[in-house]
């Protein structure tokens, strides 16, 4: 039997262990990341000064930012209820507008970064992420691994940027292990993209979300993707417990 071990791997960043959380699923979803928010409140303030800088420089977010409804409750009624209580729990926390921090949400579209996988000698499989991102100093700040509890027990594992809502690289422990992966060749603007959000579609962040949340095991994860249609072009490398239980699934 392989045995699953996420390591989490980082291009060009030193530093020590990232903080560990653990966040209780049975909270009110708006509370749930209370203690992280505010533990990462400057470096997640220095992300949004870092999408508004990018906002200033592209013709298609300003004209993204410019169509979105000064409401934030109408934007919270066209998303997953518990995405919106945790994007409106950031903006109320740093008192800024619920566009910034909405588009943050989008960062991995915006930028992306690579998943890996190797299998070492004794059958181990190993994933991680490489923070190649265009900003590796100031994503490095907002690292932390969060431990999922559901009902008194660890539900998943996952490294988290504080301040984000999806995921990008998570384990069930003695069950499955999956991690995100860039796909080039999207012919989509941003527009399109949140026009496609607002009509119900998942970025890949979110689908990997819903997985971690509803997934039970390795062959659950396999038919969920068969149908499921995802915003974005990506991979999704999805790793087991037994022989050969691992495959990249490609979306889009």
């Known amino acids: 039997n392989f045995l699953i071990l996420l390591a989490f791997l980082l291009l060009e960043v030193t530093g020590s262990d990232f903080p560990e959380y653990v966040i209780?699923?049975?909270?009110?979803?708006?509370?749930?990341?209370?203690?992280?928010?505010?533990?990462?409140?400057?470096?997640?303030?220095?992300?949004?000064?870092?999408?508004?800088?990018?906002?200033?420089?592209?013709?298609?977010?300003?004209?993204?930012?410019?169509?979105?409804?000064?409401?934030?409750?109408?934007?919270?009624?066209?998303?997953?209820?518990?995405?919106?209580?945790?994007?409106?729990?950031?903006?109320?926390?740093?008192?800024?507008?619920?566009?910034?921090?909405?588009?943050?949400?989008?960062?991995?579209?915006?930028?992306?970064?690579?998943?890996?996988?190797?299998?070492?000698?004794?059958?181990?499989?190993?994933?991680?992420?490489?923070?190649?991102?265009?900003?590796?100093?100031?994503?490095?700040?907002?690292?932390?691994?969060?431990?999922?509890?559901?009902?008194?027990?660890?539900?998943?594992k996952c490294i988290n940027f504080a301040g984000y809502v999806g995921r990008l690289t998570c384990m069930k422990e003695g069950v499955f292990s999956i991690a995100l992966n860039s796909r080039s060749g999207t012919n989509q603007n941003f527009s399109q993209m949140v026009e496609k959000v607002l009509n119900g579609f998942q970025p890949p962040t979110w689908v990997l979300r819903e997985v971690m949340q509803e997934g039970v095991d390795y062959n659950w994860v396999l038919n969920y993707f068969r149908n499921k249609k995802v915003l974005t072009r990506a991979y999704f490398i999805l790793s087991g417990v037994k022989a050969n239980e691992g495959v990249i699934i490609s979306k889009g």
């Not at 300003?62 to 109408?74: E, F, I, N, R, T």
Request: hydrophobic fraction near 40%; include cysteine.
């Open 24 to 156: 209780d699923l049975d909270k009110e979803e708006g509370t749930r990341f209370a203690q992280i928010n505010e533990a990462f409140k400057a470096s997640i303030n220095a992300t949004l000064d870092m999408v508004r800088s990018e906002i200033a420089k592209s013709e298609d977010l300003k004209s993204v930012m410019s169509q979105l409804p000064d409401s934030p409750a109408l934007i919270g009624a066209a998303l997953p209820s518990d995405i919106w209580k945790e994007i409106e729990s950031i903006y109320t926390m740093l008192n800024t507008s619920y566009k910034e921090v909405l588009l943050t949400q989008f960062v991995y579209d915006l930028f992306a970064c690579t998943g890996v996988v190797a299998k070492q000698a004794d059958g181990t499989i190993v994933q991680g992420r490489i923070l190649d991102y265009g900003y590796p100093e100031l994503f490095s700040k907002l690292l932390y691994v969060g431990w999922y509890y559901k009902k008194g027990k660890l539900a998943y």
